[in-house]
């Protein structure tokens, strides 16, 4: 709350000196001007102080912030079994992911109550988010207090028509902000039409056209519900092994993503008003960096960047996966995460990998500003989202 008043104090100062009242002509310094009969000045009224936009406002704030808040903001991480609101607090954590551990055989109101302790332990509100696909992949429907039935897979909603689509969608938008949830890591925009594919289940199983339609429907409805949502897997999964288990190596043409996987992607974020994020795969795409997963790939991040013109909030896939081990030196991956272009860190392992990155940045391995781009953003996509309170402003 004392940041909140200070932050107040100082967006007052900032509009006020956006607009300043005329200076006075007659200088009471100049005596024989002073001493002749002018007809009087028309009083004019000094302009309002001009109203800084939400962008000014979020970067004012960030301007507030300690170095181990910004780094702690972000870490979207797994919601551990134990001291998870003393976590918040201690870490500065930007935001926690449940998984079927998290919600299996609780009652609305035991998720409703943890998921409530979780955000009164923040200074800054968190991003509450869960993986709900649909079919396969369903921490929440999983459990019957929360739901009499599982979500159907993405292609049997699909088969049902845009209608049935969009209503499926705002359904389980509404029952996830009733739990107190605010983004949900979907829709799966890979496209995929092989069923021997590892991807192929949480897909359509439709081509890109019909993939980046089936996107759009979804990221428009969740948009409007105003619930975060986050495209997977970028650049495109395609026909890659899983990479919870080990690498995978993709060998397809710049061509093939420019002209069928990245569609979907740019679908997602034309429909997204601001409200989408991009989560990033850790396959090593050959044609853009045959060395690195995407995940850690500064060119990856900037194709995304520059050739879809995204500025919003990169996430990583799970830090913990095998796919990703080997790269990192002295274990710490999420410099190297940072470093590659991503705003979120998505990680089981944030009580080992944020002090590294605090680290990286006090001993000059790791720039302030880059942190402070990240940050902003992450900042940015939770202003849109309606989770800074109206009091973080003044």
Partial sequence: MKRYLILAAILLLLTSCKSEPPAERNSP???????????????????????????????VFLETLTLEEKVGQLFFVRC???????DVQTYHLGGYILFGRDTKDKTANDLIQTIAAYQAAADIPLLV??????GSVVRVSSNPH?????FPSARKVWEAGPDA??????????????LGFNVNLAPVADVSTNSADFIYPRTIGEDAKTTAAYVETVVKTMSADGIGSVLKHFPGYGNNADTHTGIALDKRPMETFMEQDFLPFQSGLSAGDGKTAVLISHNIIECM?????ASLSPAVHQVLRETLNFDGVIMTDDLAMEAVAAYAKDGAVSVMAVEAGNDLI???????QIPKVIEAVRNGGLAESTIDAACLRVLQWKQNLGLLPAGLYG
Avoid: C, H, M
């Avoid at 988010?129 to 649909?134: C, H, I, L, N, Q």
């Avoid at 929360?146 to 599982?150: D, F």
């Avoid at 960096?289 to 997963?293: F, H, I, V």
């Avoid at 998505?346 to 080992?352: A, L, V």
């Fill in 165 to 178: 689509l969009a209503a499926s969608t705002r359904e389980k938008d509404l029952l996830l902000q009733a």
């Fill in 80 to 86: 551990p079994a134990e001291n998870a609101a003393a």
């Fill in 146 to 150: 929360l739901r009499s039935a599982k």
């Fill in 129 to 134: 988010g869960v993986d709900e696909e649909g």
């Fill in 289 to 293: 960096d045959a060395g690195l997963p």
């Fill in 346 to 352: 998505i990680t089981t392992d944030y009580r080992t």
């Fill in 29 to 59: 310094a100049n005596t024989e001007e002073t001493t002749q009969n002018f007809p009087p000045e028309p009083l004019v009224e000094p302009e309002p102080p001009a109203e800084l936009t939400e962008t000014e406002k979020t970067a």
